[in-house]
C-alpha cells in the first residue's frame, strides 16, 4: 500500500502527463527565491494572472488588467458561495472595464480571466505544498489546481494505507479549509477527495453523498480499469480542454429553500450532453454537404 506522499507525487506526474507545469508551493511562498506572492494569505499568483491576461486580451491597457485582478481579489461579501458566484458569473462573461483608447475615447470593454475558445491562450498549473494563512494560523492543502494564476480546484488526499482516515476524513478537511481560509475558495469550480484507492468530486456546496467518481477520461466509453480512481478524475475530468468545456457549461447555481448552491455535473451527464451535441452539429452540416453534392 502507498503512503500519503507516495500517492500526492503520483498525482502530480499524471497532471504532468495531462500537460500541467508543476511547482511546489516552497518555491514560490513569499519567503522564497523567487515569490509570486505578497504574503501567505494571498491566494492568487499575480504575475501569472497578469500575463495570460495580456495574452487573451491584448487591446486592453495593462494598467487596466492590473485593476481587474485587484478587483477580483477582494470578495464582494462575508458569504463565501455569493462571492464564488459572483466570481463565477466573471468567469463566464469577463469583467466589465471602461477605458480611453489611443485616440481618447472612451472605450467598453469586457477583460475576459479565462480563454474558452484557445486553449493555447491559458497557462494549467499545478501546486502542492501551497501554504496559507487563514483564521487559525497556516494551512497547506494538499494539491491545488491553477488556471491561469486563478486556484480553480483543491484536491485534498488521504493515507491510503490509514484505515481511520477514508475519503470522508478528506471530505471533512474541505469543510475546515473552507471555514478558514475562504478566500482559496472564492475562485473554486471543483473540489476533489480521495483516500488512493477511492477518489471523488463535488462542489463547493455539496454534502459528502453529492461528492461522486468520474469513471470516465475521453468519452462515455473510455473507462480504464487503473489501479486508483484517482488516476482516472486526473486524467479525465483536469485534462484541459474537457476541464475547460466543464467550467463553461455544466456548472450552474440555484436558489433551494433559500439558500445558494452549486451544482456541477456528473461524468455521465457531461459526456452525454457532449455527445449530443456533437451528433447535433453533425446532423446540422449534413444538409449543406448534400446540396453541395447535388450542386457539383
Known amino acids: 500500500m502507498i503512503t500519503e506522499d507516495q500517492l500526492e507525487q503520483l498525482c502530480l506526474e499524471w497532471f504532468q502527463g495531462n500537460g500541467y507545469d508543476y511547482i511546489s508551493g516552497y518555491d514560490i511562498a513569499p519567503d522564497s527565491a523567487a515569490p509570486e506572492r505578497s ?6 499568483l499575480h504575475g501569472r494572472l497578469l500575463s495570460q491576461l495580456e495574452v487573451i486580451n491584448p487591446h486592453i491597457p495593462v494598467a487596466m488588467l492590473e485593476l481587474v485582478i485587484q478587483q477580483i481579489a477582494k470578495p464582494e461579501t462575508p458569504v463565501l458561495i ?7 458569473q466573471m468567469l463566464m462573461e469577463g469583467v466589465k472595464v471602461s477605458y480611453k483608447n489611443g485616440q481618447g475615447d472612451e472605450v467598453n470593454d469586457y477583460v475576459r480571466l479565462i480563454d474558452f475558445d484557445q486553449l493555447e491562450n491559458n497557462q494549467f498549473l499545478v501546486v502542492n505544498q501551497f501554504t496559507i494563512t487563514g483564521s487559525k ?4 492543502p494538499d494539491i491545488v489546481v491553477f488556471i491561469n494564476g486563478l486556484p480553480i480546484a483543491v484536491l485534498e488526499l488521504k493515507n491510503p494505507a490509514d484505515q481511520n482516515a477514508d475519503i470522508f476524513k478528506a471530505y471533512d478537511q474541505l469543510q475546515t479549509y ?10 473554486n469550480e471543483a473540489l476533489v477527495i480521495s483516500d488512493g484507492i477511492n477518489a471523488s468530486v463535488g462542489s463547493l456546496t455539496a454534502n459528502k453523498e453529492r461528492f461522486l467518481p468520474w469513471k470516465t477520461v475521453d468519452n462515455e466509453n473510455d473507462k480504464p480499469l487503473f489501479e486508483y480512481q484517482l488516476e482516472t478524475l486526473v486524467k479525465g475530468f483536469f485534462k484541459p480542454e474537457l476541464l475547460l468545456d466543464y467550467i463553461h457549461h455544466f456548472v450552474l447555481f440555484e436558489d433551494a429553500d433559500g439558500s445558494l448552491i452549486k451544482k456541477i455535473a456528473g461524468y455521465h451527464q457531461f ?20 446540396m453541395v453534392a447535388e450542386s457539383c
Open 82 to 88: 455569493k462571492n464564488n458566484k459572483a466570481f463565477h
Open 271 to 290: 459526456h452525454a450532453v457532449r455527445e449530443a451535441v456533437k451528433a447535433t452539429v453533425i446532423a446540422a452540416q449534413q444538409p449543406e454537404q448534400n
Open 39 to 44: 504574503d501567505y494569505h494571498q491566494v492568487l
Open 137 to 140: 494560523g497556516n494551512r497547506r
Open 178 to 187: 473552507k471555514d478558514e481560509i475562504p478566500d482559496l475558495f472564492t475562485f
